[in-house]
């Protein structure tokens, strides 16, 4: 059953109308997800007299995101039914209804206590008010990462030598995506390999693995990004890296780094989400990270070389003038 979020708010009693408006007003105010949850089956108690409960299915489970009392549990083979049929039900004292559709989430409101229709009009008021909540939410999370990413330039493009700035960019893409780790490989043309630093447990803290490896090889020849998710196909991660780095990828997320022009520099790859998988919107943040971390990268590279031209210079002049000298 597809919940459109439309409601003829004239079939409302009095006090479902003033719950459904509290749910909005949450919805546009609470500072998280389980803020809004908590609000809203309390906005559901207080307005019909009732246990209420916010369940998420996935994968096979059950689990509580919200609820007005604790320990509460509606039946299994119910939450089933709901479930398999996609239409509200009722069993003894407890009335489902789904609350939203997904691929591999669904989430069901459950009430103790109270009637099937009353679910039926209340799941569709929690749906809509879900729904303002998610993209607010959303919207001010990707406000605040982009101001994250922001700040994060800033310091990347004041760091002066290359190792520390590699060092730099590892550290703060992994606070910033929740990761376990990061490396950023860089493409040496010229030896056909792929140089991944920071690399910890390696000698050197340098990792170098031949341009075509694995899922960094791909990308850095297509300059397509990927993600590779924990209950995906894992063939084509390179266990042999694990191996030498005796680390276990779970997941990863990797994409190219554009220099000027557009030429593909290498690439910046996050590795095993904290908790869960990594996301479009993890994506996203990446790929602007990468296109900072590539002008960083490149500027950096640039002082060097013209540091490295001035020594030359400078060690040139000094034999002149010992040549003259002797």
């Known amino acids: 059953m597809s919940n459109d979020f439309e409601l003829d708010a004239t079939s409302l009693s009095p006090e479902l109308a003033r719950a459904g408006t509290a749910m909005f007003f949450h919805a546009t105010h609470c500072g998280d997800q389980q ?170 803290d340098e990792l170098r693995i031949p341009q075509d490896t694995g899922i960094v090889g791909h990308v850095v020849q297509t300059g397509e990004t990927r993600r590779v998710d924990t209950e995906e196909d894992q063939r084509e991660i390179d266990r042999r890296v694990d191996q030498q780095l005796s680390f276990q990828t779970r997941n990863l997320l990797c994409v190219p780094l554009r220099g000027r022009n557009e030429k593909i520099l290498g690439a910046f790859e996050m590795i095993n989400k904290i908790h869960g998988n990594f996301t479009a919107e993890d994506e996203s943040a990446l790929v602007e990270l990468a296109a900072h971390a590539a002008v960083a990268l490149e500027n950096t590279q640039q002082r060097e070389h013209l540091l490295q031209s001035r020594n030359q210079m400078a060690d040139h002049a000094a034999a002149g003038i010992e040549l003259i000298g002797s």
């Open 35 to 204: 803020a809004f949850l908590d609000a809203a089956v309390a906005c559901v108690q207080y307005a019909l007299h009732c246990e209420a409960c916010v369940v998420r299915a996935e994968r096979g489970q059950y689990r509580v995101l919200a609820a007005t009392s604790p320990n509460l549990a509606p039946p299994d083979d119910l939450l089933a039914d709901v479930l398999d049929q996609q239409t509200a039900a009722e069993q003894g004292d407890w009335s489902v209804a789904l609350i939203s559709e997904k691929k591999t989430v669904l989430d069901l409101l459950c009430l103790q206590g109270s009637t099937l229709a009353a679910a039926e009009m209340t799941v569709t008021l929690l749906a809509s008010a879900t729904h303002t909540a998610r993209k607010r939410l959303a919207r001010v999370h990707r406000i605040a990462r982009l101001e994250a990413i922001l700040e994060i330039a800033a310091s990347w493009n004041q760091t002066l030598e290359m190792d520390e700035l590699l060092v730099q960019m590892a550290e703060t893409s992994t606070q910033l995506l929740q990761a376990e780790r990061a490396s950023i490989f860089l493409w040496d043309r010229g030896t056909r390999t792929l140089v991944g630093r920071p690399a910890l447990g390696v000698d050197g």
